[in-house]
């Protein structure tokens, strides 16, 4: 159980497009999902907090309009790079939990982006 | 405020050899303490977690932790390693019950020599 998708897990594009990235709970209800970046060889960094039907929470230093962040069903949120520059080249992951576990985080694959 | 301190960012044993990967949290509230493993290019998947019931917990792979107040520490161990064990252990704090916002360490990667 406990299950999270992400897709596609490799992505390339050219400056100045925009990217979405999906994170899917398979086998639960996620109320919360999080959006981690993580540099190489770096811990995570947590870039927003989602609840569904909500507003995300963003962290500081995190520009909101930079990555577009969408949580509008149980089992699905989305990640939009807008306006993509080559430091936006990461590794994003997203994470979810759910009602009877919230303290509990189960991660997705994670999404590697590379803008040219 | 919560955070969480790992010491030796890599650590290598031999094949055999006992895991010892340290963690020492700091929280102003009893904690939720949490271990993870990441494999290159793959997200993170849990290894055990510890949320105030029994002080040792027991997680996949074989790998357990300990619950120390006193010490403030959460070490993940396992009693012999396997080359399969080789990836990067993230230990995470947060602030218990109904606190969904968890703190990562910077990290250990673990080395399996043959």
């Known amino acids: 159980g406990a299950v999270v998708s992400q897709h596609p897990s490799r992505v390339i594009c050219k400056s100045g497009t925009s990217v979405k990235i999906e994170c899917r709970s398979l086998d639960f209800q996620a109320t919360t999902m999080f959006w981690y970046r993580q540099f190489p060889k770096q811990s995570l960094m947590l870039m927003a907090t989602?609840?569904?039907?909500?507003?995300?929470?963003?962290e500081q230093g995190v520009e909101k309009d930079k990555f577009l962040i969408n949580h509008a069903s149980l089992t699905l949120s989305t990640l939009t790079v807008t306006s993509a520059h080559p430091e936006d080249s990461s590794f994003y992951i997203c994470?979810?939990?759910?009602?009877?576990?919230?303290?509990?985080?189960?991660f997705g694959p994670g999404t590697r982006l590379l803008v040219l | 405020a919560q955070s969480v301190t790992q010491l030796g960012s890599h650590v290598s044993v031999s094949e055999g050899a006992l895991v010892l990967l340290r963690c020492n949290y700091s929280?102003?509230?009893?904690?939720?303490l949490f271990w993870y493993v990441q494999y290159p290019n793959q997200g993170l998947q849990l290894l055990l977690k510890?949320?105030?019931?029994?002080?040792l917990v027991k997680g996949i792979n074989g790998f357990e932790a300990e619950f120390k107040k006193s010490e403030t520490s959460f070490h993940l161990t396992k009693p012999s390693a396997h080359m399969s064990d080789a990836a990067e252990y993230f230990c995470a704090v947060s602030e218990g019950r109904g606190y969904q916002k968890v703190t990562f360490g910077t990290g250990t990667k673990l080395q399996v020599i043959p």
């Open positions: 989602s609840n569904e039907g909500s507003k995300a929470t963003y």
């Open positions: 994470s979810a939990s759910g009602t009877y576990e919230q303290e509990t985080q189960y």
């Open positions: 510890y949320t105030s019931a029994a002080t």
């Open positions: 929280s102003s509230v009893p904690p939720y």
